[in-house]
């Protein structure tokens, strides 16, 4: 096997191949020009993206030259969905988020040298492209028996699916045919589930232009009960900080499950095999120790944000679930906690709630009576000091950052408001 080719298999990025020997023959070759592609469907791309990022900058560090595409055409039509249609988004609000995820992608791949990156958009070359030109070079090399065939089609016939929807995989096809055409791209890469779309993509060339092309398709990457990776209980896990944190994006990974630790730390750290397999023993010798989720949140943190948004994270963890100092803390970071906690509001007018309705509001406690109960049997805390007093009162001096208090009860049951002032 090829030599990249199997340590992306060791890692956890093969699902499947169009012809893996002649995949690895093209990479002994020379190198390869790949593309993957990234709709926007939403202001921000998300942790299933990241993997094909990984990827990307994996082809990339091994010599070969990464194609990003964002779909300022596919993203106004919209993969089908197992179960309903999508709505529509509005075309300018669409074309603000290629610009928002162009930027994002750029950050992950080098744009200098001889295997530099190109990010491009699909609207460059299907905004003028004709309905009639569309049904007559493209369309006429598609089998409707064989779109029919496909598993999101065979769920949506029952219920309805749009020909919008349906035409998707002779947008996404085009797209390949187009950097082939332009540019010499020769591989697809992307998720599992677009399987039918990048083998579509490779037949079109082959139809269309005689061409050799391959696609390659990663898992899709699942916590350990087999949902979807990315999602928490408050939504997807996303790369822009406005919308997840990075304290909430290195807690979501330092709370990964010891089970899919090693297969998380082989995708998205960038650590040399031996250093990964001696976390991965350290943490199964260890596991209270969190040994190599620790490592995934530093690691995947750094990439994502910064180094400087790993340490805030981090020292803010220390400072809450530790009992350190919280005065230190940025007032964005607390903002984040909070909203990791629960995003708590407590709206007060001229006198401050007592430390016991604090920690009621915050989901500590259950009621004030067994607020009351805590402080007396010495297991709370206002901002990691120990409450002694049930009728102790909050003070504007108490707040951090102005506006947020942080309680606790006993050493890991934490809770946070963030004090608002009524009218």
């Known amino acids: 096997m090829n030599a990249l080719l199997e340590e992306l298999t060791w890692r956890g990025f093969v699902a499947h191949s169009t012809d893996p020997d002649a995949l690895a023959a093209a990479l002994d070759a020379g190198q390869v020009k790949s593309y993957v592609g990234f709709d926007p469907t939403a202001p921000s791309i998300h942790m299933g993206n990241l993997v094909q990022l990984m990827l990307s900058r994996r082809l990339q560090a091994a010599g070969h030259r990464p194609f990003l595409l964002v779909g300022g055409s596919t993203g106004l039509i919209g993969d089908p969905r197992q179960t309903s249609e999508r709505n529509l988004n509005p075309k300018d609000l669409v074309h603000e988020w290629v610009e928002r995820i162009r930027d994002q992608v750029s950050k992950f791949v080098d744009f200098d040298g001889p295997n530099s990156a190109t990010v491009v958009n699909n609207y460059d070359w299907t905004a003028e492209l004709s309905t009639l030109d569309f049904l007559r070079d493209i369309g006429k090399h598609f089998s409707v028996n ?7 089609v065979k769920a949506r016939l029952e219920t309805g699916i749009s020909y919008t929807e349906f035409s998707y995989m002779l947008l996404q096809s085009l797209d390949f045919l187009e950097l082939y055409r332009r540019h010499g791209v020769t591989m697809q890469t992307g998720g599992s589930d677009q399987w039918g779309n990048l083998t579509s993509g490779v037949e079109l060339i082959r139809r269309a232009d005689g061409g050799k092309a391959h696609a390659l398709a990663t898992p899709l990457l699942t916590k350990a009960d087999g949902t979807k990776f990315g999602k928490t209980e408050s939504g997807t896990v996303w790369l822009d900080p406005a919308m997840t944190s990075p304290y909430a994006f290195h807690q979501f990974f330092l709370n990964a499950e010891d089970a899919m630790a090693a297969t998380y730390l082989r995708i998205f750290s960038e650590r040399g095999r031996e250093e990964l397999d001696d976390l991965v023993r350290q943490s199964a010798e260890a596991p209270h120790l969190r040994i190599a989720q620790r490592a995934l949140a530093d690691d995947i943190t750094d990439l994502v944000h910064s180094p400087a948004e790993r340490v805030a994270a981090t020292q803010a963890a220390a400072a809450i679930f530790g009992g350190g100092e919280l005065r230190g803390l940025p007032a964005a970071v607390l903002k984040a906690v909070n909203t990791e906690l629960g995003g708590v509001e407590l709206a007060i007018g001229t006198n401050f709630p007592s430390v016991v309705e604090v920690m009621v ?14 402080v007396t049997e010495g297991g709370a805390y206002l901002n990691n000091v120990k409450v002694t007093d049930p009728e102790q009162l909050a003070t504007a001096d108490d707040l951090l950052a102005e506006k947020f208090l942080v309680v606790r009860r006993g050493r890991k049951t934490v809770g946070a408001v963030e004090i608002t002032r009524l009218a």
């Open 361 to 374: 509001a915050a989901g500590v406690v259950p009621s004030k009576s067994a607020g009351r109960r805590t």
């Open 146 to 152: 064989r779109m029919l065939d496909r598993e999101v």
